[in-house]
């Protein structure tokens, strides 16, 4: 059967118990404490408790201080820097594969007039990528104006019982898909008056980055090329200068084309990445979110590492002195 440890997927015998699947994972013995389904159990009830198909394990232990690195989004925490978009793969079933390879735990979805009124047994994204496991973050995809952006959002508000971290994007025109900047300032000022915790696609400018975190945005997302491109970061100064200059979580968002493209972003300092296309046509989109997965990881360490100066002329590692010719 199959059960969740920490997010993954975990294959295990029918009829297995907790002390089971923690002397698999080698803890046993281990300072650790487990959560099934949100509930605590308590460490004498491990070998009494039988796991069911699909029950969820959380095990945690404690951990020296400083090693937690949260991505921090309007006042939550997320372990993961990697947000993907659901669009473009060939199926739900993909989708969720995908999803779960990448370990996002925030994920885009679109808007449509096409998801109302579908049949009863027509399978529906929700279903696969339920919102007490992810965090749904609404898009304004396809909107060219402020008024279609803000309606957007206040339906998917509705929609998702009161949600209102939404993801804007006001585009200029379907050639570029880049953002019309003076209609993106319009929609965050009337979204973030009315409550919702904006986070806001735009251009690779300092400047109008810098004005959406002042109209109140939670966090700012310039492109790196694009969208769906897939030619990595084209202006890594431009970026490099917004992060600098930003008080709010600043994330790559479009253009991102494979695993080292996310590593760069991160190491210039940016919070996370947002992609999709990368994934989705991918040739193994499976595959490719789990690349993903670690070039953010990777990336973000090497930020926090920090990286040894440039330099124009060679440096020996070995000493020079004692040399025997």
Do not use: W
Not at 276 to 283: L, R, V
């Amino acid at each position: 059967m199959n059960i969740y440890v920490n997010g993954v997927p975990h294959n295990c015998d029918e009829n297995s118990n907790i002390a089971q699947i923690i002397a698999a994972l080698g803890l046993t013995g281990k300072r650790i404490a487990v959560e099934i389904n949100k509930e605590i159990v308590p460490f004498n009830q491990y070998d009494q408790y039988r796991l069911k198909d699909d029950d969820r394990l959380e095990i945690v232990q404690a951990i020296g201080g400083g090693q937690d690195d949260p991505l921090i989004i309007a006042g939550k925490a997320y372990r993961s820097r990697l947000l993907v978009g659901t669009g473009k793969y060939k199926d739900l079933e993909q989708t969720r594969l995908a999803t779960e390879a990448s370990g996002a735990e925030i994920v885009t979805v679109a808007i449509r007039r096409t998801n109302i009124g579908q049949k009863a047994d027509e399978p529906n994204l929700l279903d696969v990528l339920p919102p007490d496991r992810y965090t749904i973050l609404p898009n304004t995809a396809g909107c060219y104006t402020a008024d279609e952006a803000v309606r957007t959002c206040q339906l998917a508000r509705e929609l998702l019982g009161g949600h209102t971290l939404v993801k804007l994007e006001v585009l200029a025109d379907q050639k570029t898909l880049f953002p019309d900047v003076a209609q993106t300032y319009i929609a965050a000022e009337r979204l973030v008056k009315d409550g919702f915790d904006v986070m806001v696609y735009t251009n690779d400018d300092p400047v109008a980055a810098k004005r959406l975190e002042e109209i109140g945005c939670v966090a700012v997302m310039p492109l790196a090329a694009p969208i769906g491109s897939g030619l990595g970061i084209r202006n890594p100064y431009n970026i490099l200068t917004i992060v600098e200059n930003a008080n709010v979580p600043i994330l790559v968002d479009a253009g991102v084309g494979t695993a080292s493209d996310a590593a760069i972003a991160m190491e210039l300092g940016c919070d996370g990445v947002l992609m999709n296309t990368a994934i989705a046509e991918a040739k193994n989109p499976v595959l490719m979110a789990s690349a993903m997965k670690k070039g953010i990881e990777a990336g973000r360490e090497a930020f926090l590492a920090g990286r040894m100066p440039r330099k124009r002329f060679a440096s020996a590692s070995s000493p020079l002195e004692g040399l025997f010719f």
